[in-house]
């Protein structure tokens, strides 16, 4: 199934219901030359041990996390536990970043719902929330039925009505759904979508979309440290890395590494994170990566019920996993 | 991964943080009773062309379910939606169904949400809103770490919050995730978890839960008309069957067959409910399910985005499906 | 992908290459009529210590076999081990077991291989040593390429090529691959194809089988003990279970109350067959089917390397699942 | 299940049956130290239209190849339809590579069977017919059952009993199974296993084989082009590229380019070898791979059945992926 390369045809393809706001309203040429280049943490959100949002443990991880070199934060990504949250707490959250963040640094912000209406209007308060981008995660309930059009439609109708620029999030584990190349490449032409958060960490695919969205300025930013050095390989500009939380310095070492061709130092150093970086995502989940950051003295906690706390023979395999790298 | 088949064990297992309210309360005994046996319609909420809830195309659906033999009606389950609305919404179609539907009919609400807290919320309002029962779908966000023992967590810290009875819910389709064989089986002795609506369809599995749970007076549900007959005949009480919207009465009649025995004319019915029925679900999904209600006399119409409408092709589809198999 | 109802339709799009040698040859309106009621153990091949075949144990299996109400016995399914065997091997076990056979019991030998013209040729080798029909395995290595069109042009090939009625074998758990329903409803009308031994056990697709071939006289077998109630619900009509190489008799009974209506005890029946069988297919294979052999006194003994013997953890569940149902 | 890391442990667990023929009779330091780096193309096999193999295209194929820097070639791997031919070919198509191939090339044969002895008996005919090493591919009709140790248990015979140096063979798109790490990990240690072929393609796999075998000169070769310069990235010495059967000079080039750090033209190079890549393996397969060799001035031809020729609209998209990028 072919889409239309042309912005001009998929918007005929697309007009009816849809009002393409930017067009009258916003600089979207500004928008587009936004740069993600580098590497962001997707935050964990601290609780009470009520499992209320704890902003002060949030605001002393904020702090520690500003002195580290990373491009910005992003804020309800599936590490922030959103699902948990009600939309006021995600945008509390986000303003309360915000008002921490350094000026210099970018705040991308999820906001992405089953239903498009929702995601519009919750686009648009995470914008008001002082968000520069949104991170907007693939609907995936229905996901028999999240085809490239289906899809194409969504981002579009969001990103017509969203007043910063959006990046797609493609997240297979959790959604259970591969945002499909042609919607990539569709997507890729409109105005208001600067690029994708890929954590699917399929390389050829990662390397095919990057090629095949060449002409748009299109930026594509490793979902996870585990491929980090390969992303950089085949084109991607950057990182959202939950162990970014953990072992920031050295995730941002090792773009330093990758951008300035020491390629050897880079592999050494990207093999010692597969094995932390794995523990504290697809083996272990957020539990783990608020365990390590206790590890590495940020606020984790515990998270929000259903997930349940590390068990003592899942701890010890996390300690193991960041001792045998030589990380504690 | 063994869990305790006692109830006292589990309750030992779980009882941190967990505060059973049904203990001192409610007459659980009683609600243990409450006798599921028969076919409930998964009804489909309609909108109207701004999107919005359709209360007077709903209400006169309610008008015809209710001159169809079905035991009740689910309201919220995958087919009505609900990922698409607000909790208020949720809870106000709830209502709106209560003050349309007879007394001797079993109003079953799906109160399931991601986090424990939001699910306990939601299934307390949809009590207070009529419901005689919730429906509670398994969370699967962060799947990779929904194991047993959160999911028996959940469920049960949901049961003993609840004021009216649990009906555990499992839709791998859409969730990614089937609830495993010990989890129901700890979860069955809870006196306030009636049964199971199962979508998976794996038939062993249905034989096998009936069987691991025979002492529990625990009523499984067949969650789809595809597998009525076989569920029945392994031991399930009745049938959750979105294909009930549109053919209520021949799946009312099919379940009549099965329970009186009448298997060969059962047998000729359930093979020419297949094809409508995976038409309507796995193939086509809800946008079908309401173009088939709009053949059959009911109100369908659209659904919310990013759920499409039926292209003509699979329009054609739809129709090749129920056409021959003499349905139209 | 539709395929052509019609037989004459498939031959002109097949009509390239193929020879249709039973045109002329064979009373195949015979061989249509070959009735494969009833249940047959798909038997273990036992081996020495040194990993031959060991033609002793197997008679003294099959003098066991002989006084259980089987319709007959496959030869060379999965539980035969057969991809460890070479061609001469696995015509060899069908040769000694038909000097063994009754006449009056079919002998259905896999004859399966990945190309068609191995399969051709190993089929009138099996049709030569005796075989009442064959058993046909979807090919499987190139998965990605063996859609219907191919799968089509396979069978007809060994159909039109067989001296003995074909049996169709889809078993996904071994070759990753579901035979699709067109490809069945296209060769259901091959005069030379009697039909499907189904493993997959997703009983909405068997009874849709059943549905779609009813004008062609085609048999449905369930490939396992697990569904077998299940299956007869939904036009079955008999089935190939491992669980039948240790407990014969309780399968042919549960068949008996199944056709004869009594469905409580079958349902009683098959509910306790659930999980021994379970253990012998899905959860420990081969091995544990052998082990329990030796339990109810036959010989089962070791696999053929790389299948490893049970681990004493597996040995002991293998045991409870057959004690805690009353076997043991 | 963590594997010993000392070989010697690993001896004793796997003891029993094992005769570690290598340690008297065989120089393997000296096989440790076979050099794997760089390009091999699988090569495909040319069949008359009688479907024999055809010996005069085969020698045409390999007098082009012979002008193109790979570093040797496979021959029976997935590509060269291995499962298609008699144990009398696959040896005879070996002795036919090897009496045309330069002496400095590597020539590496395909030797995996289900069992463990018939792999054993192919791996020796094999050496004996001039196989420079063996490339043995993961048995997986029982793929339920083929977890660590029964895997480390058949590798291990193999290598002990083999004349030449073994190199695995993953590739889950055929297999349906991934060789596990710490399977891997422990056969690293086998001094007559030299590495691995990896065609899942999972990078931050690919990358923690290689940290995690860092000290045993383990040595990992990418199974497809698609993802080759990631691979490199992460530690890889060379790859097994079904596209080098097309455009082997572009493959080279691309080694080249990688090894000398000219990151930028080799980025270049490897996004306009994706589609191509992807168009005759996972796409379209085997026959598209045949097909576009006769673009390219070598002999491809049909396919042994069931494999299908292209349709004509598979012939279209296979050459728009060629077009597209520029080599059409």
């Known amino acids: 199934m072919l889409l239309s390369r042309s912005w001009r045809a998929v918007s005929v393809l697309l007009s009816e219901g849809l009002s393409p706001a930017w067009k009258q309203t ?24 009520q499992e209320d949002v704890d902003f002060q443990k949030l605001e002393e991880n904020l702090q520690k996390y500003a002195k580290i070199p990373f491009r910005g934060l992003v804020v309800q990504g599936s590490n922030g ?24 640094k970018l705040l991308m912000a999820g906001s992405g719902c089953e239903s498009t209406k ?29 085809n490239s059009p289906a899809l194409v439609q969504h981002f579009t109708k969001v990103a017509d009505n969203s007043p910063v620029p959006v990046v797609l999030y493609s997240v297979p584990a959790n959604t259970g ?35 095949k969205t060449k002409t748009q300025d299109f930026q ?26 953990v072992l920031g310095r050295e995730v941002c070492e090792l773009e330093h590494l990758c951008v300035s061709g020491r390629l050897e130092e880079a592999r ?7 094995e932390p970086n794995a523990a504290v995502t697809r083996k272990l989940g957020v539990p783990a990566l608020k365990q390590a950051m206790e590890w590495f003295g940020f606020h984790g906690g515990a998270c929000r019920s259903p997930l349940q706390p590390l068990t003592e023979a899942e701890t010890q395999q996390l300690r193991r996993d960041f001792c045998s790298n030589g990380w504690l």
Chains 1, 2, 3, 4 share one sequence.
């Open 268 to 274: 050494a150093l990207q093999q010692r994170l597969i």
């Open 177 to 211: 759904l591969e945002l499909p190349l042609d919607a990539v490449m569709g997507l890729s032409e409109h105005p208001n979508i600067l690029g994708l958060k890929d954590s699917g960490g399929d390389i050829t695919q990662i390397g095919l979309i990057v090629h």
């Open 220 to 245: 594509v930013l490793a979902g996870s440290a585990g491929f980090l050095m390969a992303a950089y390989s085949v084109g991607a500009v950057g990182g959202v890395c939950a162990l970014a939380n």
């Open 26 to 49: 916003r600089n979207h040429a500004a928008a587009a030359r936004l740069d993600l280049r580098g590497i962001y943490p997707p935050i964990a959100t601290p609780f009470t041990p």
């Open 81 to 104: 536990e959103y699902p948990f949250l009600t939309e006021e707490e995600r945008v509390e959250v986000v303003k309360a970043v915000r008002r921490s963040l350094p000026a210099d």
């Open 118 to 146: 929702a995601t519009i209007q919750l686009t648009q308060k995470m914008a008001a929330a002082g968000a520069d981008a949104v991170l907007v995660v693939t609907p995936c309930f229905y996901k028999g039925k999240m």
